[in-house]
């Protein structure tokens, strides 16, 4: 799950970021209009905060243009304007829930999971594939009915190799949509992450090559 946080608020955001961070979502931070849109542009999110007090252009117009490209990206507003006309513009143009400064973290966090439950019951909620059951509002996995307990992250990395079945996806890869942007693909979390993974896969199927490595190419679950 991948959420950008438009706000120019340094303190506001890197609060947001962190609490975030916390309960498993890769966040991604714009401080301005211009390179929320850039942001946007380059990447996919399930969900972004917006701030509508920005230095350059307005948040509803961030809304409205990110909206001519995306029906699916939820959208909450994230707003010190708490008056009813501000709020009936920012639904009309496509936010999906208003929330008005100061706010309250677990408040806002509610908000989050109840949008993007919302999203996914309209989609496919659950993965079945090569005696895996995986589900994707609970995360949680199990094997021939048996219960594979996963960290956030390897649940992370775990369900976005299943979803891309077949195809081999590189560290680089896996960092962007796992952690966010700015992480290091070199570094050895990576791996240490993946070998953790594959040592319950192991335990629990008994198989050793649900994910294959390939040197140079990154890792792939092939499926049976
Ligand atoms: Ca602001």
Do not use: C
Not at 145 to 170: A, D, M, R
């Amino acid at each position: 799950m991948r959420i950008l946080v438009i706000e120019d608020e340094k303190d506001i955001a890197a609060a947001i970021e962190k609490v975030l961070k916390r309960d498993g979502y890769a966040v991604d931070l714009a401080a301005n209009g211009s390179s929320a849109l850039e942001l946007i542009d380059i990447n996919e999110y399930d969900l972004v905060i917006l701030d509508l007090m920005l230095p350059d252009i307005s948040g509803f117009e961030v809304l409205e243009k990110l909206r001519k490209n995306s029906q699916d990206t939820r959208v909450i507003i994230v707003s010190a304007n708490h008056t009813t006309g501000d709020r009936v513009k920012g639904l009309d143009l496509g936010a999906n829930d208003y929330v008005v400064k100061p706010f309250d973290f677990d408040e806002l966090r509610a908000r989050i999971r109840a949008l993007l439950r919302r999203d996914f019951t309209s989609k496919l909620n659950v993965m079945v594939e090569s005696g895996f059951e995986i589900d994707l509002s609970s995360k949680r996995v199990t094997y021939s009915s048996k219960e594979l307990i996963l960290t956030l992250k390897e649940f992370s990395i775990f369900s976005h190799l299943v979803q891309n079945k077949g195809k081999y996806i590189n560290a680089e890869e896996l960092y962007r949509h796992v952690w966010n942007e700015e992480s290091n693909p070199f570094t050895e979390v990576m791996r240490v992450h993946i070998y953790s993974l594959r040592k319950k896969i192991n335990e629990i199927t008994g198989k050793n090559n649900v994910i294959s490595t390939t040197k140079g190419l990154g890792y792939i679950f092939k499926g049976e």
